[in-house]
Nanobody, 124 residues
Framework: VQLQASGGGLVQTGGSLRPSCAAS????????MGWFRQAPGKEREFVAA????????NYADSVKGRFTISRDNAKSTVYLQMNSLKPEDTAVYYC??????????????????WGRGTQVTVSS
């Protein structure tokens, strides 16, 4: 499985971005895709995830009400609509893929494949 993320960028506080992540290869039909982020000097943390089959979602408390994850199954693509962005959202955002799709997990070790990341910078 290969993951291609795009759509990061530079935005002012309160602005919005909508990165996307497209999966290709032998994805199957029962996977979960998620987003994680890593800021400089910090550990990678969970942001959001979605099940391809059920559409069930999971969000980190820090982004609930501001971020929305969605999917386009026909394109094997997930989107992360990020609104009301804050400087503390600045990080490299990584797309992740769990082939089992058994859970909509917050645990990075559940995920089998990772994209290269896309930079999101929120200026104050």
């Amino acid at each position: 499985v290969q993951l291609q993320a795009s759509g990061g960028g530079l935005v002012q506080t309160g602005g919005s971005l909508r990165p996307s992540c497209a999966a290709s290869g032998r994805t199957g039909t029962s996977y979960t895709m998620g987003w994680f982020r890593q800021a400089p000097g910090k550990e990678r943390e969970f942001v959001a995830a979605i099940s391809r089959r059920s559409g069930n979602t999971n969000y980190a408390d820090s982004v609930k009400g501001r971020f929305t994850i969605s999917r386009d199954n026909a394109k094997s693509t997930v989107y992360l609509q990020m609104n009301s962005l804050k400087p503390e959202d600045t990080a490299v955002y990584y797309c992740a893929f769990d082939t089992s799709g058994q859970y909509v997990s917050r645990d990075q070790y559940t995920y089998d494949y990772w994209g290269r990341g896309t930079q999101v910078t929120v200026s104050s």
